[in-house]
């Protein structure tokens, strides 16, 4: 006989059930600081020797899906205490983990294992999230939930942890703050936010659609109300931030694309359709940088930079240069938006000196003071017959002595 499961729930049977479970769920015991613990320093480690797999060893290991499940489930029922319980557990994992990852990273800054210059790829690839990072950890909150009210699906556990990633980008907010990078430890910290929230409106809404009797007491319940519309208005607040990364990452390979484009024709034009660069023996391009304004610099133009080499310095002219940004931006210009790019030439004057062209009595000790050019000769010399005899690291002072003319004797 089937069994109604929105009437066990309003008889209490399954809610019980639920509540035993996500209890235990909520504790902060010793198996959870201790995996907290191992989480943290297998995510710091592998974030700083760039190893993909590692990060992925410690998102499986990390609990903190626990708590933030048990999260969803007390919202729904309007349970402030067990609420109250499940934040607690994971704002102390939240600290633990952001102390390790600061410690590990002050000593590995010391070391020149943490270079900001120069970070890793795991590192590069959690300061700079967007609305795509918002819909993963959507998507993984509502299976996360899914898999614990259905203990069928809990083969699924390990993917679903890997999905989630919340322990990865604090570290990375731990190892930016060790290093003062204010800016990246914002972004990493965007990044757990929205992995966060994300994780929590989609469980939310899958038990909502899973237990009926949930349902019904998220739209009749004020203490249920209040929780949830508080998580839902954060997340709309972080889709701000994540929204306006998303843009400027569109905007970055858009711009990429451009000017791989633009260097082409620039260099084509320059090359093949002006006297200027193109029959002229004193002038070659040596190559094209850019100076290109990012998504929140778009009110400035874009600086194209020549490098030329030249043999006389007076070419290109100014008025040559100002020709050539014209017909550029007629070129271009149209087809980027009515974007205006202003032409800088950078000239790298060359003179060429062959051999025959020193004169017979030309002082080379005047050009190079510091090398006893005779001594050099008979070292070399000796050098080539196999002599025994060792060099050892030069005495100024004493190959002064001995360079000074003798003085004839009585």
Known sequence: MAINQNHLLEEGHRLDELHR????????NEPFIVLTLGAGLIATLGLLANNSAVVIGAMVVAPWIMPLRTTVFAILVGDWRLLRNASQTLAIGFVITTLLALCIGLMAG???LLLLDKLPDEIIGRLNPNLIDLAIALVAGAMATY???RPSTVSSMAGTAIAVALVPPVCVMGLMIAGAAWGKAEGSGLLFAANLFGILIGGLTVLAIREPYLRSQLL???RTKIPFISALALSVIITIPLHKRFVAKLYDERSDLAKERIEFIISDFLENKTLTFGANESL?????SFDWPNFWEQGRSPVVKLVVRVTNPKTPSYKQVQIIQDKINNLIGSEMNNLEFQIQVQRLQMSIVEGDEVPDNYDYDDELPWVDLER????TEQSNKGTDRQITGHNPSQEAQQRQP????P
């Not at 050099?376 to 070292?379: A, D, F, N, P, T």
Request: proline content about 3%.
């Open 147 to 149: 898999a614990k009210v």
């Open 220 to 222: 009749r319940s004020r």
């Open 284 to 288: 070659a391009l040596n190559g094209i």
């Open 21 to 28: 479970s996500y209890d235990k769920d909520a504790e902060l």
């Open 406 to 409: 003798r003085k004839p004797g």
């Open 110 to 112: 010391t070391r020149g």
């Open 376 to 379: 050099e000769v008979e070292l």
